[in-house]
T-cell receptor, first 108, second 115 residues
Framework: AQRVTQPEKLLSVFKGAPVELKCNYSYSGSPELFWYVQYSRQRLQLLLRHISRESIKGFTADLNKGETSFHLKKPFAQEEDSAMYYCALTGGSYIPTFGRGTSLIVHP | EAGVAQSPRYKIIEKRQSVAFWCNPISGHATLYWYQQILGQGPKLLIQFQNNGVVDDSQLPKDRFSAERLKGVDSTLKIQPAKLEDSAVYLC?????????????FGPGTRLTVT
């Protein structure tokens, strides 16, 4: 069975501080990993996926197969980063699993 | 391009009543997902279609929930009869088929309240 764990329900930081949203997964094969974001009153949307290896809005995420983690990082948080962040995994069966989400609040 | 459309946006029903939700995916997206998102939790996959075939429905409570995707485009999700614990946001999403790395595009969701 595949599982995604986001240990923090809430992460509160000040503007300009570094941010790390944790995501750990359980999957026996080679997973496809994603971060989705939901801003206030907007739809859930893709932020980034590990296969792209790109930085979006200053966020990066590295797949660490040894630690089975895919943490989302940003060196300097901005107020507009405040949102719900969901880590998701798609396994070999093409079935997606989402974590419970972390609410990021960036204070001015 | 037009996004994933869902209706209704809100629905309030009494327990034991029935309800149906509709989803229109992005044109050309063969894969369609229905999720249940209970307050404070992440989206939980209920059923996944590829064209009009079911890929997975292992988490669909089949005694009360049903879904169909006739002609491989629009889809409906039905609950009959509803229970209090069905109160949640029901999300529809769609994606291209053929790769696990394809992005899912989400609709606005339907917020269901069962009283």
């Amino acid at each position: 069975a595949q599982r995604v764990t986001q240990p923090e329900k809430l992460l509160s930081v000040f503007k300009g501080a570094p941010v790390e949203l944790k995501c750990n997964y359980s999957y026996s094969g080679s997973p496809e990993l994603f971060w989705y974001v939901q801003y206030s009153r907007q739809r859930l949307q893709l932020l980034l996926r590990h296969i792209s290896r790109e930085s979006i809005k200053g966020f990066t995420a590295d797949l660490n197969k040894g630690e089975t983690s895919f943490h989302l990082k940003k060196p300097f948080a901005q107020e507009e980063d405040s949102a719900m962040y969901y880590c998701a995994l798609t396994g070999g069966s093409y079935i997606p699993t989402f974590g419970r989400g972390t609410s990021l609040i960036v204070h001015p | 391009e037009a996004g994933v459309a869902q209706s209704p946006r809100y629905k309030i029903i009494e327990k034991r009543q029935s309800v149906a939700f509709w989803c229109n995916p992005i044109s050309g997206h063969a894969t369609l997902y229905w999720y249940q998102q209970i307050l404070g939790q992440g989206p939980k996959l209920l059923i996944q279609f590829q064209n009009n075939g079911v890929v997975d429905d292992s988490q669909l409570p089949k005694d009360r929930f049903s879904a169909e995707r006739l002609k491989g485009v629009d889809s409906t999700l039905k609950i009959q009869p509803a229970k209090l614990e069905d109160s949640a946001v029901y999300l529809c999403a769609s994606s291209f088929a053929g790769s696990r790395s394809y992005e899912q595009y989400f609709g606005p969701g339907t917020r269901l309240t069962v009283t």
